[in-house]
């Protein structure tokens, strides 16, 4: 099969949950003999980079700006994507996803895919015309691909429930371990193994990395938190640097709150395989990479109780703590940072769990049976009698 996805920033990724989502997925698909074409931006990807790991990367312009960049890529890549010979194109996020109804009109050769990965209209970086326009670009995910699919049980059963639809598949988002036992890295930032509490995230408002700096500040300042235990973030504003300041101010004066910025490879494999835990203090998520990843490395994740973050961790996988409440985050993380056994007694949960359920072999192969089974033009109820749907 010819594939293409559009909707990214580009791989190889260096952040973001979507850009690891493709790279995972198209190396995968190009490993089983596909021809896979990735559309790059140049403001991530270098655009003299024509290929990664068997997947052909096609670099085209966008206007540069937070609320038209990715929605003009997106166009352009559609564009040049009807003059190419693919056989499926996969729509990345909601917002390029409202441009799939030009492929269906105009090349129907090509079986039209989308992915549902968050609801982005209530990421706080977005203006009010951008919500909105966020939200009927959700509506037209639905709508317009011939097939879409979630990567949470928890979309997907927001989807089924808003807009009645039928041609959806569950497909998780998933997580790849490579444990580093290279320490240089954490020498390079002031770290020791199991002496940090680790969050990797982009920052932005709905991340809550405040909420987390505030409890982790809190306890340094009551004594509550064991000398030299250190607080490390690892990621970098999308367009809201305001905010990245913001979250600097706050921790002026706490030399044990390092912002170690984007982090990738072996580096970050090494931040990741030596953290005593991991904290995902979010106010929305889709399903979150980094999380998964975090208990694929066996790390205790203490989570804000959302649904997606709660949908990773079921089954004692983790610790909840109520959404924006800076107290009860403060209690799970002074509770588990002076018990370390039982923090490593649920990290061994989370790994086993990760492992079982969220492995991107498992993932490609049903995302490829998709592709078979839309390209062999079997009908929506021959296709549900052996896709999982949740």
């Not at 206007?63 to 559609?78: E, N, R, V, Y």
């Not at 895919?113 to 909105?132: E, G, L, M, P």
């Not at 913001?246 to 030596?274: C, D, Q, T, W």
Request: aromatic share 10%.
């Amino acid at each position: 099969m010819r594939i293409a996805f559009i909707g990214q920033k580009g791989i190889p990724a260096i952040s973001g949950g979507v850009e690891n989502h493709v790279e995972h997925l198209a190396v995968r698909l190009a490993a089983r003999g596909h021809e896979v074409t990735v559309y790059t931006r140049p403001r991530y990807t270098d655009p003299k980079l024509s290929e990664y790991e068997g997947v052909k990367l096609v670099s085209l312009p966008s206007i540069p700006t937070k609320h038209l960049d990715a929605i003009s890529h997106a166009f352009i890549a559609t564009l040049h994507a009807l003059f190419c010979r693919y056989d499926v194109i996969h729509y990345q996020s909601i917002g390029p996803s409202i441009l799939s109804i030009i492929p269906r009109i105009l090349k129907p050769s090509s079986r039209v895919i989308a992915t549902f990965h968050s609801r982005d209209y209530f990421h706080k970086k977005w203006n009010v015309f951008a919500r909105f326009f966020l939200r009927l670009a959700e509506r037209a995910t639905f709508a317009f691909p011939e097939w879409t699919i979630a990567i949470s049980e928890t979309l997907t059963g927001y989807a089924k429930e808003a807009y009645s639809v039928r041609s959806l598949s569950f497909i998780p988002n998933g997580a790849e371990v490579s444990y580093e036992q290279d320490m240089a890295p954490l020498s390079r930032f002031g770290l020791r193994p199991k002496r940090y509490v680790l969050s990797v995230s982009r920052l932005i408002e709905h991340k809550g990395i405040h909420y987390l700096i505030k409890a982790f500040r809190d306890l340094e300042e009551s004594n509550k938190m064991p000398n030299n235990f250190k607080l490390a973030i690892v990621g970098t504003h999308a367009e809201t640097p305001e905010y990245e300041q913001y979250l600097k101010v706050m921790a002026e004066g706490h030399p044990n709150i390092v912002f170690l910025g984007e982090r990738s490879g072996k580096e970050l494999a090494s931040i990741f395989s030596h953290a005593a835990l991991f904290v995902q203090p979010s106010e929305d998520e889709g399903l979150s990479v980094a999380l998964l990843e975090a208990m694929g490395y066996g790390l205790l994740p203490i989570v804000s109780g959302i649904p997606a973050n709660v949908e990773a961790v079921k089954h004692d996988a983790g610790a909840i703590f109520e959404p924006k409440n800076v107290d009860a985050l403060k209690e799970k993380l002074a509770y588990y940072i002076n018990r370390p056994d039982e923090a490593e007694m649920i990290g061994r949960i989370a790994k086993e769990r990760i492992s079982r359920q969220y492995g991107w072999d498992a993932i490609a192969d049903q995302t490829e049976t998709l592709y078979r089974d839309l390209m062999s033009g079997r009908s929506i109820k021959e296709r549900y009698a052996h896709i999982e749907s949740k």
